[in-house]
């Protein structure tokens, strides 16, 4: 049985979607960490040493240490913590809203995300030649595509409150408020989304969610 009260260290990279979810959860549970930087870009990324891929053999982020546990897998990790800490909980309380959160959660995590993240960007640039303008349009178009689902998932939808579901924050708003920033780095228009919008500026009134910021974190760019 996991205690409670072991050190939590998280291996994180500022602007990691992934990451950033882990932290927001983290956040709002008001649990102490630690944050590890893992560098993805400085000497052709730090996540491919070796000492790390004992940790994370993917050599992807985050990876939880949890005492010497160590957990992979943002979503994972996010629905560890919840079952670890369960207040405040991160997923509704009936199976019903459970798995329309956990949809939204996926929707976002396993359908946009993965199709934009950093190595598909640099397959696409060190393999097959892609320019800049070419591979920043296909990121645009698959947040564009997923977000018009999501909104609609959101917008139809009774359970929907102040948050993803209800008026408390929890596993679909960890994933969504990460999107809306990478949307946001590339300059995707978000006046088609109202709820999208309404949501994430609710989410980003509140602390757990503000501390989680990129530009917050220990391993970000100081501003020239």
């Known amino acids: 049985m996991a205690n409670q009260h072991e050190k939590l260290r998280l291996y994180s990279y500022w602007r990691s979607s992934a990451a950033y979810r882990v932290r927001i959860a983290l956040n ?21 040493a070796l000492e790390y891929r004992a940790i ?14 160590i957990l992979r897998q943002s979503m994972a990790i996010i629905e560890y913590i919840d079952e670890t800490w369960p207040e405040p909980p991160l997923l509704p309380a009936t199976a019903r809203d459970r ?69 408390l924050p929890g596993l679909a708003d960890c994933c969504l408020i990460p999107q809306v920033f990478n949307a946001r780095r590339f300059a995707v228009a978000l006046d088609a989304y109202p709820t999208i919008r309404r949501i994430h500026d609710s989410c980003m009134k509140l602390p757990a969610f503000d501390a989680a910021r990129p530009e917050r974190q220990p391993d970000a760019p100081t501003p020239a």
């Not at 560098?39 to 990324?45: N, R």
């Not at 994370?56 to 546990?69: E, F, I, K, N, S």
């Not at 320019?131 to 977000?147: D, L, M, S």
Request: charged fraction near 20%.
């Open 28 to 48: 709002l549970k008001g649990l102490p960490h630690e944050i590890v930087p893992v560098h993805l870009l400085d000497g052709g990324g730090q996540q491919h």
């Open 56 to 69: 994370q053999p993917q050599a992807l982020v985050p990876a939880l240490m949890h005492g010497h546990r």
């Open 99 to 167: 798995v329309r959160a956990r949809a939204l959660a996926q929707a976002i995590a396993c359908d946009i995300h993965p199709l934009n993240n950093l190595r598909v960007m640099k397959y696409f640039e060190n393999e097959w030649n892609v320019p800049p303008p070419e591979r920043e349009e296909w990121v645009r178009h698959w947040i564009r595509e997923g977000f018009h689902a999501v909104e609609n998932m959101l917008s139809e939808h009774l359970s929907t409150g102040t948050f993803c579901d209800g008026e």
